[in-house]
């Protein structure tokens, strides 16, 4: 393999594990970064004392843009194997790119399931072959996602895989989950679980309020959601497993989620750039794009949610890119699949939170990059020497108007499609390759 250096100058440097944004640039050696250096003023004199001859090297002038490391997205679905013309490991892997992702973390709520090693083995082959990007699977937690028996957890470890979880099928036998949660302890593999209560939730498609009467819809109350949490909770103290909840979007679970931490239980949790930067009214005229789950929450419960994120509570910010085709959505609001794309419009829906100053570009990409990349022990997302060079360069402030017709994605099932966004990726890099640059 070609050995290869780059600089990049003349950077915003967002480091989210010093917290800081600071003017500086870059060394990329062989896929990992080299040195980050703050006062480089003579790039040949960085040079020198690395011993690296200058011809050798290319320079990439930032132009004051921002770089930092490539997110790491948890909970990303692919819909390969079976349901491919909503999505496939290579589109998938072009919107990852195109958006700043460097790392897909991809769920097993597939046809059939990803909870088998062959199954396993079969995306990792299709994915490794048709991906830009890393691409990191999650298997499933029990059998076809039934709650009824869990899978070969050891085995499905040894074929790659990061994290178990049921995804949106709540295991409702506590037997069977914390059975599953002991044997996990024992091979120190990582639960991933939707903290709801699925009898309150089942058919679900607002939360409930006066909007949701107002619009006839059925609804949930934010109580199951902390109900869930509870119960796995619980469990946890009993077991000692190592947990991540998948999404958190209300005020309610908050203290719960604050208690178990401060218990010392080893607990994350993450939330969806659609619960940060959406709210329950933006289903008003029923756009079936607005249909996600957990369904979208009180503007009270988003700022709630924003508060955690910055504060640390919550610890993980992800699309949840769940790619739906057009017969899929365009049914009535209650009967319309839930799900969003989202792995293109992620860096730029959560620079809304930094435009609005209520997230600092290193809180964002702590959430983003740093935080996943440790819950699930992999050496990327910082911005230190020997870390892998997967790296986005993007401009915060360039504005543009979101057409879900130019995404990458084979579904455009975007809720930000037609708005005014502002912040673009400029290019992506993969072990200090180029995997997308904007034209």
């Known amino acids: 393999m070609t050995q290869t250096t780059t600089l990049f100058t003349n950077a915003r440097v967002i480091d989210p594990e010093a917290g800081t944004d600071r003017q500086g640039a870059v060394l990329v050696q062989n896929g990992l970064i080299a040195a980050v250096d703050y006062n480089v003023t003579d790039p040949d004199q960085l040079f020198r004392t690395r011993n ?5 090297v290319t320079i990439i002038d930032c132009g004051g843009k921002c770089i930092a490391p490539g997110i790491v997205d948890i909970g990303v679905k692919v819909c390969e194997p079976g349901e491919r013309h909503k999505e496939s490991f290579k589109s998938a892997g072009l919107a990852a790119a195109a958006g700043g992702v460097t790392t897909m973390v991809t769920r097993p709520d597939t046809t059939p399931t990803i909870d088998s090693p062959e199954t396993l083995e079969f995306v990792t ?14 298997a499933a937690l029990t059998k076809g996602r039934n709650g009824r028996e869990m899978t070969e957890i050891g085995f499905l470890m040894d074929a790659g895989a990061v994290a178990f979880s049921d995804c949106d099928h709540v295991v409702t036998d506590t037997k069977v989950l914390s059975r599953a949660f002991t044997y996990a302890r024992s091979c120190g593999a990582l639960v991933i679980a939707h903290p709801q209560e699925p009898g309150l939730s089942q ?115 992800s699309s949840m890119h769940t790619p739906q085709d057009e017969e899929s959505k365009r049914l009535p609001f209650e009967e319309a699949a839930a799900g969003a794309v989202a792995m293109e419009t992620l860096l730029p829906a959560a620079l809304r939170l930094y ?21 699930l022990g992999l050496a990327c997302g910082r911005m230190a020497a020997d870390a892998p060079a997967d790296l986005v360069l993007f401009d915060p402030d360039s504005p543009f108007v979101m057409d879900r017709f130019a995404l990458q994605s084979k579904s455009q099932n975007t809720p930000f499609d037609g708005q005014r966004m502002q912040g673009r990726v400029l290019s992506t890099y993969v072990a200090g390759i180029p995997v997308y640059r904007r034209d």
């Open 355 to 375: 435009h609005s100053e209520q997230l600092d570009l290193p809180t964002l990409f702590r959430a983003l990059s740093l935080n996943p990349a440790k819950r």
């Open 203 to 317: 058919g679900a498609a607002a939360t409930s309020g006066k909007f949701a009467a107002l619009r006839g819809l059925p609804a949930v109350t934010p109580m199951a959601e902390r109900m869930g949490l509870d119960r796995d909770i619980a469990l946890l103290e009993m077991t000692g497993a190592k947990y991540h909840a998948d999404q958190i979007t209300t005020a309610r679970a908050l203290p719960a989620l604050e208690r178990a931490k401060a218990n010392g239980l080893d607990i994350t949790a993450g939330t969806s750039i659609h619960h940060l930067t959406l709210n329950e009214l933006d289903v008003a005229d029923y756009r079936t794009f607005f249909k996600v789950k957990p369904p979208l929450r009180s503007e009270d419960d988003r700022q709630a949610v924003i508060d955690a994120v910055r504060s640390g509570l919550i610890d993980v910010i």
């Open 125 to 138: 082959r299709r994915a490794q072959a048709d991906a830009p990007v890393n691409v990191l699977p999650i």
């Open 52 to 56: 690296i001859g200058s011809a050798d």
